[in-house]
C-alpha cells in the first residue's frame, strides 16, 4: 500500500473551541483512517477567514488557497457537516462552491486536480436529513472530480425534535462506529488503487 494522507474539512458554524459535534465524528473519521496507518489532519474551517466565491483565490487575505494546497496533497478527503434545516450547513456549501473552481483547472488529459482522489462524508445532527445531506455532498464532490467509494458515508441523527446533539452521548453508538471504520477502510483501499492506476486521458 502506498503512502497515503487525509484531511477532514469540518463545516461546523462554531469556531474553536467551542465543543462540535461535527468535528468529533470528524477526529473519528480521521482516528478510522490511522488504523489503516493513513495520517492526516482535520481543517475547522470557520477558524479561518474563507471567503465565499467559485475561484481558488478570492483575494483580500482569502484563506482558501492554503486550505486548497492542503486539500490537494491529500489522497482522501473528508467533508464533515452538521444538519440544518435538513440541509449541510451553509459553511459545507460555501467549500462546495470554492471546490468548483477545479473544474477549470483540468490538465492536457482532462484530469482535475481532484481526479484520483477519494472523497467521503460524515453528517451529524439532531433532526432528520443525513441521507439527502449525504447525497447533496457526495454527488457535488464527485463532479468536481472525486472518486466516491463504497459505502462512502456515515452519520448519527438523534430523535426528532429534541436537543441531544452527537457530542452529549456518553459513548458512540456501536451502528455509527462500524459504518465509520467501514467508510476508513474502503476509502484506503481505493485510494490505494486510484495511487497505482491513474485514470486514463478523458476523451
Avoid at 430523535?159 to 467501514?182: I, V, W
Wanted: charged share 20%; with cysteine; aromatic share 4%.
Amino acid at each position: 500500500m502506498p503512502d497515503l494522507r487525509a484531511i477532514v474539512l469540518d463545516c461546523t458554524l462554531k469556531k474553536s473551541p467551542t465543543p462540535s459535534s461535527s468535528m468529533l465524528l470528524a477526529q473519528q473519521v480521521l482516528d478510522a483512517l490511522g488504523t489503516h496507518g493513513v495520517p492526516g489532519d482535520i481543517v475547522r474551517i470557520v477558524d479561518h477567514d474563507v471567503r465565499f466565491g467559485v475561484t481558488n483565490d478570492e483575494g483580500d487575505g482569502d484563506a482558501w488557497p492554503q486550505i486548497r494546497e492542503r486539500l490537494l496533497a491529500a489522497d482522501i478527503v473528508v467533508i464533515s457537516t452538521p444538519i440544518w434545516m435538513g440541509q449541510p450547513s451553509s459553511v459545507c456549501k460555501m467549500v462546495l462552491e470554492r471546490l468548483d473552481a477545479e473544474l477549470g483547472e483540468a490538465d492536457d488529459d482532462g484530469h482535475y486536480p481532484t481526479t484520483g482522489k477519494v472523497a467521503a462524508v460524515a453528517v451529524v445532527g439532531n433532526e432528520d436529513g443525513a441521507h439527502h445531506t449525504v447525497a447533496e455532498c457526495l454527488q457535488a464532490l464527485n463532479d468536481v472530480g472525486f472518486t466516491i467509494p463504497a459505502n462512502a458515508s456515515t452519520y448519527w441523527v438523534g430523535e426528532a425534535m429534541q436537543d441531544t446533539d452527537f457530542n452529549d452521548l456518553d459513548e458512540t453508538p456501536e451502528a455509527t462506529d462500524g459504518t465509520t471504520r467501514t467508510l476508513a477502510a474502503y476509502a484506503v483501499h481505493l485510494a490505494g488503487l486510484l495511487r497505482s492506476a491513474v485514470y486514463p486521458p478523458a476523451p
